[in-house]
């Protein structure tokens, strides 16, 4: 999770946390792709970090209700488990993503002088 991004985002955190509770997602790849979109947001430039986590929270219950309806997941504890997982990936970045979240934009935004914004502006 995570790969190629600026910085050590939410994911690797969540993925981390998910490791030592040694729950696999294997069976759910799309919350993974949850996951870097939402990380991916945090280093995009004037992004907010509300955008990005409600993104992110809308994402990881579409997935849970698509695997339901695809029959990927086989039972009531199957989908319970996924929005479980959904809603444990939101906690995380809602107590998490403020440092990720700031290093993300840092990373991310180029800083222009007042002088100089205006011929960048338009350069645009």
């Given at each position: 999770?995570?790969v190629g991004h600026l910085v050590s985002g939410i994911c690797l955190l ?111």
């Amino acid at each position: 999770m995570g790969v190629g991004h600026l910085v050590s985002g939410i994911c690797l955190l969540f993925q981390t946390f998910l490791l030592f509770l040694q729950i696999d997602l294997s069976d759910l790849p799309a919350l993974e792709s949850c996951c870097n979109s939402h990380d991916i947001c945090y280093e995009s430039c004037g992004k907010s970090r509300s955008e990005c986590d409600r993104v992110l929270q809308q994402c990881a219950k579409q997935v849970c209700v698509d695997a339901s309806n695809q029959v990927l997941l086989s039972g009531d504890p199957a989908l319970a488990t996924c929005k479980t997982l959904s809603n444990m990936m939101f906690e995380t970045t809602n107590f998490l993503g403020c440092t990720p979240f700031v290093k993300g934009q840092q990373a991310a935004c180029e800083c222009v002088s007042s002088k100089n914004e205006r011929s960048h502006k338009s350069e645009l």
